[in-house]
């Protein structure tokens, strides 16, 4: 067990190094700029950095994620991703619905966000 936790604390650290040395630019073309939710989009954050805003974020339908016992799994692309712990967002999701911030390594899907719909 230990040994899984110490894995998968290398994997979120690899993927950070990553995201690091990788640029990423948000695509903020201003349509929720007077949206009363734009300035909590904008403050979320992982342990692999900003969120981003809602126009980066895509919403998850209740059959493509899945918990069990607090580990969340997402289907992206129909492949499904393990979430890592540190891309779940902890605060109270203001808007409700299940989202993910998503990137790509090796051409996979990965998790850089994950927020759990208010209804979980």
């Not at 981003?52 to 692309?77: F, L, M, T």
């Not at 998503?102 to 208010?118: A, L, T």
Request: charged share 25%; with cysteine.
């Amino acid at each position: 067990m230990l040994a899984i936790r110490a894995m998968k604390r290398l994997a979120a650290q690899v993927c950070l190094l990553l995201l690091v040395s990788t640029a990423t630019f948000a695509r903020d073309d201003g349509r929720y700029a007077n949206s009363p939710l734009k300035p909590w989009f904008e403050s979320l954050q992982s342990e692999f950095g900003k969120c981003c805003e809602d126009s980066d974020a895509y919403v998850v339908s209740e059959p493509n994620w899945k918990s069990d016992h607090g580990q969340y799994r997402v289907r992206i692309d129909d492949e499904w991703v393990l979430v890592p712990d540190g891309a779940v967002i902890k605060q109270p999701n203001l808007a409700g619905r299940t989202m993910v911030w998503k990137h790509y390594i090796d051409g996979h899907p990965r998790v850089r966000c994950f927020i759990p719909g208010s209804m979980t």
